[in-house]
């Protein structure tokens, strides 16, 4: 076990130190901006949308590592990914940090399972979620930045 914690330990540690699909997108479809008051992480989202799936997807911004990782783990996932099956992820990922018992089966998460140990420190869970939630409202079609508190 202490293996796998290190191991996700490593790969929190990558992301946050090269960020995937950290940039600003000139020809996004649409950008939102996310904050997370409690750390002082702020993200900007960008979607290119074709029809209903995420052509493209990337962020820019500066936040903790755990706020960095997530969102370069996420811009990952969702690339190519439809507007339902982002809405799948976005609830299945918010359900592995939030709900009251730990994930049975978190190799089922893939990659992102590596953030499930963020579980045990409350106070960093919006930190994990704050780019989760401003896809969220993103692909629903908020203007309004997103704030976590
Ligand atoms: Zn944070």
Redesign the pocket.
């Known amino acids: 076990m202490m293996d796998l914690k290190d191991l996700y330990q490593e790969v929190i540690v990558d992301h946050n130190r090269s960020p995937r699909n950290f940039r600003a997108m000139a020809d996004a479809t649409r950008s939102l901006e996310g904050f997370?008051p409690?750390?002082?992480?702020r993200l900007t989202l960008y979607v290119k949308m074709d029809g209903e799936r995420v052509s493209d997807i990337s962020f820019s911004g500066s936040?903790?590592?755990?706020?960095t990782a997530s969102a370069s783990l996420m811009t990952d996932a969702m690339k190519g990914k439809s507007r339902e099956e982002a809405e799948k992820i976005f609830k299945s990922f918010h359900g592995m940090l939030t709900d009251s018992a730990p994930p049975a089966d978190p190799a089922a998460f893939g990659k992102l399972a590596v953030l499930a140990g963020v579980r045990e420190y409350p106070s960093?869970i919006?930190?994990?979620t704050?780019c989760w939630h401003t896809l969220h409202a993103l692909i629903d079609g908020a203007n309004a930045p997103v704030s976590t508190e």
């Open positions: 997370n409690l750390c002082g992480d936040g903790c590592a755990i706020s960093r919006k930190c994990a704050l």
